[in-house]
């Protein structure tokens, strides 16, 4: 369970802040983001703040513990990891969330230094970038702010593309039931992605496509292929009716049931191939197709 409860007698006459680093034994970066986050409560449950003094009985500190279930990178070097994620697994815990996440290995076996240098949605299969250091993260992360990467996925599609088509299309929030749902608009975030057309299969009437987006909008490749008509085979939100949407994402459609709507269990979206050079060497690496 990646957040913990933990529960401390106090000292009085104690300043909060001072108790976390001194008796905790937290950094005292950790203990102020944890109180501004409002994860410290006394007995009574009351967040407590900086610069509070104790006074009597304990305190409660959720703290993040991680857990492994054995996900190994397939790459590591002094300053960097790369994972290849299942589809189904969050990156990073929401919130106060009990759910094992890729940051649970991450920090399970590299540290607290360790993070994540760039984010795939749960149901995106494949490559991502984990940094060791504070060195790497600054390096490698400025690096995916300026697109010094190459990132490549590939998805399979309800229906044909014969040519390559460059989607250069804006990208907003959509403002319907689905929270997490964006869409194209002329008010949107200047986004672009290559599609080019793989293999179709003609009983199926499915095409696999290998997509590079240019820029790095959430949902990107889902947004641009389903505004052209083409979406992405087991996508559980777009190009669906929002009220049945909204019953998957809350868990109350069966996997039959999801199934039979979407086409398969999963997101048909795998991010198979990451370029990048770092400290002058280039690295390449391509993840095996997932369907």
């Known amino acids: 369970m990646p957040y913990v409860l933990k529960r401390f007698d106090v000292n009085p006459g104690i300043k909060v802040d001072d108790f976390l ?6 950094e005292s970066s950790l203990a102020m983001k944890l109180l501004q986050k409002g994860r410290i409560v006394d007995n009574k449950k009351r967040r407590l703040q900086k610069g509070f ?10 703290i993040y513990e991680p857990i492994t279930k054995g996900l ?3 790459f590591q070097t002094e300053h960097f990891v790369i994972f290849d994620k299942p589809s189904g697994l969050i990156v990073h815990p929401n919130a106060r969330s009990n759910k094992y996440t890729l940051l649970d290995e991450i920090r399970y076996q590299f540290g607290n230094d360790a993070k994540l240098v760039h984010r795939i949605d749960a149901e995106t299969s494949g490559l991502v970038l984990v940094s060791k250091n504070q060195y790497s993260h600054f390096v490698l992360s400025s690096m995916f702010e300026e697109k010094e990467f190459v990132k490549k996925y590939q998805a399979l599609l309800e229906g044909e593309i014969k040519e390559e088509i460059l989607i250069n299309k804006k990208i907003t929030n959509s403002s319907g039931l689905i929270s997490i749902k964006m869409k194209t608009s002329n008010e949107g975030k200047e986004s672009s992605t290559l599609i080019k057309p793989i293999l ?9 496509v290998e997509a590079t987006p240019y820029t790095g909008r959430q949902h990107q490749i889902r947004v641009h292929l389903d505004s052209i008509g083409h979406r992405i085979v087991g996508d559980p939100i777009y190009g669906l009716d929002e009220v049945f949407v909204d019953k998957i994402l809350k868990k109350e459609v069966s996997l039959e049931e999801r199934i039979k709507i979407t086409g398969e269990k999963r997101l048909m979206l795998h991010a198979y191939y990451l370029e990048f050079e770092f400290l002058n060497r280039i690295y390449k690496f391509c993840s095996k197709q997932r369907f």
């Open 21 to 26: 680093v001194q008796t905790v034994k937290l």
């Open 72 to 74: 190994k990178p397939i």
């Open 53 to 62: 003094v104790l006074k009597s009985g304990f305190i409660e500190v959720s």
């Open 200 to 208: 179709y299969d003609k009983r199926k009437n499915q095409t696999l």
